[in-house]
Each structure stands twice: as structure tokens, then as C-alpha cells.
């Protein structure tokens, strides 16, 4: 805010000056004789005449002065109001401030709760899911076991059909009659055929050959004679999907060399 000074007219102050000056003067050259008092009048005089005339400057000076004063005041004045403001968006900042930290605090703790929530979902969830997959394994288990059972009988009861067609060929070889003979084949083919498509293979051994505990066995389960042969076949053995289920039955006979063995072996025994 700009303030004019106000102007003071010097006028008067230069007249009174002016006077001052030439009363002073005319006492100075036309007093007949100059005492004490006249003296004391000139000095007065121009004392006087110059203070008059330097006191509307200093008027002036002092006006300026108390105009400066308050235009600094309004400035001051202004800037405390500045201040003001400034104070009050501070506080309206420090408030906006506290609400977001509440509202940041309220967040962070929803969202851990939630967390929480979701943590012990999980957990419950995965607890569940072991349950419902050790159960499932255990029935699965179940009924892997009862497959295995079922497959174990049928395996049996498979195994043991065949072995009685086997008996009733080897009985209708022996009956010697062709057209028996060539009925049971068939039957016995068949089958065994049927059989080979659910995955159960004969084995069949050959004959005159020697035994090996590998890949033959007895029926009473007695070991021979080193050397013995292969002698007739009482069952065929079976295997399933690659895997042995029963060795060949079979029955041995023992070679020359063996029974003369065993001749000398008794012609011994009588001796001693």
C-alpha cells in the first residue's frame, strides 16, 4: 500500500524567516548603539528565523517517517497474514495427514486381517484336501487290494480249469481212442487259446531233456537224481503277463547211467 507525504507549504515559514532576518539587520545597522539586548535580540533572531526556516523539513521528515513506519506495519502486517495462511494449510495439511495415516493404519489392518482370513483358509483347505486324498488313497488302496484278491482267485481258478482239461487229454491219450483224442484237443486248444487272450500263457516243457529246479519242479517236491530227464509232463506251467505263476509239473525218469549207479550202489549195501 503506497502513501503519498503529505506536502507543507514553507511559505509562511520562509516570510517569518525572511522578517526574522531583516528585523535583525535593520537593528544591527540602524541601532545608534548596540547594548546587550540587542545583541541578544539579532542572536535571537537568527536562531529563530533559522529554526523556522529548517522546521518544515523536519515536519516533513518526521511525516515521512511515521509513512514509512506504517507502510513497514502493513507490510508486516500482510506478511503475518501470509503467515497465516500459511499456518492454516499447514494444519489443514497436518490434518489431511493424520486422516490418510487412519485410513492407511485401517487399511493395513483389514488387510492383514484378511490375510489372516485367507491364511487359515488355506490351511483348512489344505487339511481338507489331505484328508479327502488320504482317504481316496486308502480306498484306492482298497480296491487295489481286491483287485489283486479278485485277480489272485480268478488266476487260480483259471489255472486249475486248465489243469483238469490237461488231466482229461492226458486221460483220453491214454484211452487211446482217436476220436476222443482229437475232441479233448480241441477242447484243450480252445481253452487255452481263450486263456492266451487274457494274458495266462501254458508252459509247456519238452521231453528227454534235462531236469533244472529253474525251470522244472516235482509234483511231491522231492529233488532227483543228478541227470535225470524230463520225463512226462503232469501239468503244464503258467505265466502272466510275463511273470511266473507256477513252474512246469513233471515227472522224470532216470538215465542208464543212473540206474547202473544205483545197482552198484544196492549190490554194495548186500556185500557189506
Given at each position: 500500500?503506497?502513501?503519498?507525504?503529505?506536502?507543507?507549504?514553507?511559505?509562511?515559514?520562509?516570510?517569518?524567516?525572511?522578517?526574522?532576518?531583516?528585523?535583525?539587520?535593520y537593528?544591527?545597522?540602524?541601532?545608534?548603539?548596540?547594548?546587550?539586548?540587542?545583541?541578544?535580540?539579532?542572536?535571537?533572531?537568527?536562531?529563530?528565523?533559522?529554526?523556522l526556516?529548517?522546521?518544515?523539513?523536519?515536519?516533513?521528515?518526521?511525516?515521512?517517517?511515521?509513512?514509512?513506519?506504517?507502510?513497514?506495519?502493513?507490510?508486516?502486517?500482510?506478511?503475518?497474514?501470509?503467515?497465516d495462511?500459511?499456518?492454516?494449510?499447514?494444519?489443514?495439511?497436518?490434518?489431511?495427514?493424520?486422516?490418510?495415516?487412519?485410513?492407511?493404519?485401517?487399511?493395513?489392518?483389514?488387510?492383514?486381517?484378511?490375510?489372516?482370513?485367507?491364511?487359515?483358509?488355506?490351511?483348512?483347505?489344505?487339511?481338507?484336501?489331505?484328508?479327502?486324498?488320504e482317504?481316496?488313497?486308502?480306498?484306492?488302496?482298497?480296491?487295489?487290494e481286491?483287485l489283486?484278491?479278485?485277480?489272485?482267485?480268478?488266476?487260480?481258478?483259471?489255472?486249475?480249469?486248465?489243469?483238469?482239461?490237461?488231466?482229461?487229454?492226458?486221460?483220453?491219450?491214454?484211452?487211446?481212442?482217436?476220436n476222443?483224442?482229437?475232441?479233448?484237443?480241441s477242447?484243450?486248444?480252445?481253452?487255452?487259446?481263450?486263456?492266451?487272450?487274457?494274458?495266462?500263457?501254458?508252459?509247456?516243457?519238452?521231453?528227454?531233456?534235462?531236469?533244472?529246479?529253474?525251470?522244472?519242479?516235482?509234483?511231491?517236491?522231492?529233488?532227483?537224481?543228478?541227470?535225470?530227464?524230463?520225463?512226462?509232463?503232469?501239468?503244464?506251467?503258467?505265466?502272466?503277463?510275463?511273470?511266473v505263476?507256477?513252474?512246469?509239473?513233471?515227472?522224470?525218469?532216470?538215465?542208464?547211467?543212473?540206474?547202473?549207479?544205483?545197482?552198484?550202489?544196492?549190490?554194495?549195501?548186500?556185500?557189506?
Amino acid at each position: 500500500m503506497n502513501q503519498t507525504v503529505p506536502r507543507l507549504s514553507k511559505l509562511p515559514f520562509l516570510i517569518g524567516d525572511v522578517l526574522l532576518i531583516a528585523a535583525a539587520v535593520y537593528v544591527a545597522r540602524f541601532g545608534a548603539f548596540l547594548g546587550q539586548w540587542q545583541y541578544v535580540a539579532i542572536i535571537s533572531a537568527l536562531a529563530f528565523g533559522a529554526w523556522l526556516f529548517a522546521w518544515p523539513f523536519v515536519l516533513e521528515f518526521r511525516a515521512a517517517t511515521k509513512i514509512a513506519e506504517a507502510s513497514a506495519l502493513d507490510d508486516v502486517t500482510a506478511k503475518i497474514q501470509d503467515l497465516d495462511k500459511v499456518t492454516s494449510s499447514i494444519a489443514s495439511a497436518i490434518l489431511e495427514w493424520q486422516h490418510l495415516q487412519q485410513s492407511s493404519t485401517q487399511f493395513v489392518t483389514s488387510a492383514q486381517h484378511i490375510a489372516e482370513q485367507m491364511t487359515d483358509e488355506a490351511r483348512r483347505f489344505g487339511e481338507l484336501m489331505s484328508k479327502l486324498h488320504e482317504n481316496e488313497k486308502n480306498h484306492l488302496r482298497l480296491e487295489v487290494e481286491k483287485l489283486r484278491r479278485a485277480e489272485g482267485d480268478w488266476l487260480g481258478v483259471t489255472v486249475r480249469m486248465l489243469d483238469h482239461v490237461h488231466a482229461l487229454h492226458t486221460a483220453g491219450v491214454r484211452s487211446g481212442q482217436r476220436n476222443v483224442i482229437e475232441q479233448l484237443g480241441s477242447f484243450q486248444n480252445a481253452c487255452r487259446d481263450t486263456a492266451r487272450r487274457l494274458g495266462v500263457m501254458p508252459v509247456l516243457p519238452e521231453s528227454d531233456v534235462p531236469f533244472d529246479v529253474e525251470r522244472h519242479q516235482l509234483l511231491d517236491g522231492a529233488k532227483p537224481t543228478p541227470g535225470a530227464l524230463v520225463g512226462d509232463i503232469l501239468a503244464p506251467g503258467y505265466t502272466f503277463q510275463g511273470q511266473v505263476i507256477r513252474l512246469p509239473v513233471v515227472a522224470v525218469k532216470e538215465t542208464k547211467e543212473a540206474k547202473a549207479e544205483d545197482a552198484q550202489l544196492s549190490f554194495d549195501e548186500a556185500g557189506s
